[in-house]
Every structure is written in structure tokens, then in C-alpha cells.
């Protein structure tokens, strides 16, 4: 090593700071402002960025280092954040410089896989040429594999993306989803995924406190607000719904809080009689609530309350 490189190369790195000038800081606290809960998972994200941050920091003194592997599988059920997680995952990898563009490609088997010979290799390439240089979130990703059905061109998907997570792992994190159990017999059926990811990450279902909060912070983005007895119905409907078939977290509270919107407007105009201020148009009553069939236990087929 000459003289002139000796003095030019840093000889520490002040970590602290590092994580305040890469944008670090601010992923996780937007993953603390928006996302109610899940204290594991955000500690897993932490543990996640310090890795990364002292990675690079020993890569800038020259210490021996490789990237590390970062494809990630996150399990639990529908509506816990996970795709929301995996945003956040994007843009805290773009910020320390593991990917190059920090985007989201969300996909499911209908997009990877075909229905005839030759199909689903463009497919997937296609896929994954929009996903480089950011993160590709495969939802449910145990239906790519289905042995019972031999003339299924799942295993074609399979074998391309296990080739691509290997040998573009600098360009291209690949975040497997679902539920647990059957994430579980996909990577013993699939033992080529298992030994790519580095991260297995369980997403909690939310407390009905949780809920409620999510509630009202669903709310308050479109500048609406529970009523005093307008919050105790959604406490009362959150027990309900939850013992109903087909909870979906917080999926389930959006698609309640958007029914209660529009029997909020539709009482409006039933009942208004003169002028309404902002107060009126932004409240959500006990009415808007209770009118739902969760609390007599009524559901269509596709498992959510009728309006």
C-alpha cells in the first residue's frame, strides 16, 4: 500500500452517524408512526439494519466482507403488514446501497406461472427483469408448487427463481409470503428456497386495542373520526368480527371502515335538513356501525359482513 493511499483510506467510521446520514433513521421511524404493533417484526428490521449498516461500514475500512444474503420469508396471517414491512424493507436496502432502484414488485402465482408449454418462462422473466435492482414480494408463494397436478408449470417458476436468487443476489432481494403452516411444507418440499433465505420473519395478528388504533388511524388519513359511541360500536364490532370466519387483520377493518362510510353517507342524506359543517360530514356514529350483519352474525360467502 502506497503512502497517498494509507492517508486517503478512512481508518474508522463513526457508526452513529452513519445511521442518521443513510436515511435509516427515518425508515424505521416511519415503520414505528405507521404500523401499529409488531414489535417482533420491527426489531427483526432493526437487527436487520444494524447488519447491514456495520457490512458496509467494514467494507469502507477494507475488512474482508460479502454481501450478505437478504432474501427474506414472511409468514402470518392475511392483513398483519406484511406487504407494507416489505415496502419499508425496499427503501431501508436502497438507502445503505444493496439495491439500486429501492422499489416494490408485488406478484402472485397467476403472474409467474402459465397455462401452456412455453408460457411461463417469459412470465417469470418478465417478472423479475421489472423486479432488479429492488425487492420482488411473492404472496402466497406455497401455490407455485403443486405435485398433485403433473401438467402444472409451477416448477418451471420454481427453477427460475432459484437461479436468479442465487446468482443475482446483489441486484435482487425476493421476499417469500403466507401463512406459516403451509410455508413450512413449501420449503421441505422445496429444499432450494430454505437454504436461500436468510430471513424468516412471523407477523402476530393484532390485539383488538391494536385494531382499534388502526382504526382510527384509517380514519384520520381521510380526515373522518369515530364518535364517542361511534368507538365503542367498532370495539364491540373488532370482538365480533374476529370469532367470524375469514378474519383478515386489518384488511377486514379497511373493508368495515369503507362499508361504514357509505351508511354514513347514505344517513346523511336521509336526515339532513339544512347545512352541515366538516364535524358532521367527518363522523363515523354509532349508527354507521351497528348497522353492520357481524353483529348478528350474518356473512356472504366471501367471509366479509354485507352492508
Known amino acids: 500500500m502506497?503512502?497517498?493511499?494509507?492517508?486517503?483510506?478512512?481508518?474508522?467510521?463513526?457508526?452513529?452517524?452513519?445511521?442518521?446520514?443513510?436515511?435509516?433513521?427515518?425508515?424505521?421511524?416511519?415503520?414505528?408512526?405507521?404500523?401499529v404493533g409488531l414489535t417482533p417484526v420491527k426489531q427483526r428490521i432493526r437487527?436487520?439494519?444494524?447488519?447491514?449498516?456495520?457490512?458496509?461500514?467494514?467494507?469502507?475500512?477494507?475488512?474482508?466482507h460479502e454481501t450478505p444474503?437478504?432474501?427474506?420469508?414472511?409468514?402470518?396471517?392475511?392483513?398483519?403488514?406484511?406487504?407494507?414491512?416489505?415496502?419499508k424493507m425496499a427503501g431501508l436496502l436502497h438507502r445503505l446501497g444493496y439495491v439500486r432502484k429501492g422499489h416494490l414488485v408485488s406478484v402472485t402465482r397467476d403472474d409467474l406461472v402459465g397455462q401452456y408449454?412455453?408460457?411461463?418462462?417469459?412470465k417469470t422473466k418478465e417478472v423479475l427483469k421489472k423486479a432488479m435492482g429492488g425487492v420482488l414480494f411473492i404472496d402466497e408463494a406455497y401455490y407455485l408448487y403443486r405435485p398433485d397436478n403433473e401438467r402444472d408449470y409451477g416448477q418451471e417458476a420454481i427453477?427460475?427463481?432459484?437461479?436468479?436468487?442465487?446468482?443475482?443476489?446483489?441486484?435482487?432481494?425476493?421476499v417469500l409470503a403466507g401463512y406459516a403452516d403451509r410455508m413450512d411444507k413449501f420449503f421441505t418440499s422445496n429444499p432450494g428456497f430454505r437454504s436461500r433465505i436468510a430471513h424468516h420473519i412471523d407477523f402476530p395478528d393484532y390485539s383488538d386495542e391494536q385494531?382499534?388504533?388502526?382504526?382510527?388511524?384509517?380514519?384520520?388519513?381521510?380526515?373522518?373520526a369515530f364518535t364517542s359511541s361511534g368507538r365503542m360500536a367498532m370495539q364491540e364490532y373488532i370482538a365480533h368480527r374476529r370469532r367470524q370466519p375469514h378474519f383478515a387483520n386489518a384488511r377486514s377493518i379497511r373493508n368495515a371502515l369503507d362499508r361504514a362510510r357509505l351508511r354514513q353517507a347514505n344517513r346523511l342524506?336521509?336526515?339532513?335538513?339544512?347545512?352541515?359543517?366538516?364535524?358532521?360530514?367527518?363522523?363515523?356514529?354509532?349508527?354507521?356501525?351497528?348497522?353492520?350483519r357481524v353483529f348478528s352474525g350474518g356473512l356472504n360467502g366471501t367471509g366479509e359482513a354485507r352492508v
Open 2 to 35: 502506497s503512502t497517498n493511499d494509507a492517508e486517503t483510506e478512512p481508518v474508522t467510521v463513526n457508526l452513529a452517524e452513519e445511521y442518521k446520514s443513510s436515511g435509516v433513521a427515518e425508515v424505521l421511524a416511519e415503520l414505528d408512526r405507521e404500523l
Open 69 to 87: 444474503t437478504l432474501h427474506m420469508s414472511f409468514t402470518g396471517n392475511p392483513g398483519t403488514g406484511k406487504t407494507t414491512v416489505a415496502l
Open 269 to 292: 342524506l336521509a336526515t339532513a335538513t339544512g347545512p352541515l359543517d366538516a364535524n358532521a360530514l367527518s363522523a363515523i356514529d354509532e349508527a354507521d356501525i351497528r348497522a353492520s
Open 159 to 174: 427453477e427460475i427463481l432459484l437461479q436468479v436468487m442465487e446468482n443475482n443476489r446483489e441486484d435482487l432481494v425476493v
Open 211 to 224: 385494531l382499534l388504533r388502526i382504526a382510527e388511524m384509517m380514519l384520520a388519513q381521510q380526515h373522518y
Open 47 to 64: 437487527e436487520i439494519a444494524a447488519l447491514l449498516l456495520v457490512e458496509r461500514a467494514r467494507k469502507r475500512l477494507g475488512l474482508a
Open 117 to 122: 408449454i412455453g408460457h411461463t418462462a417469459p
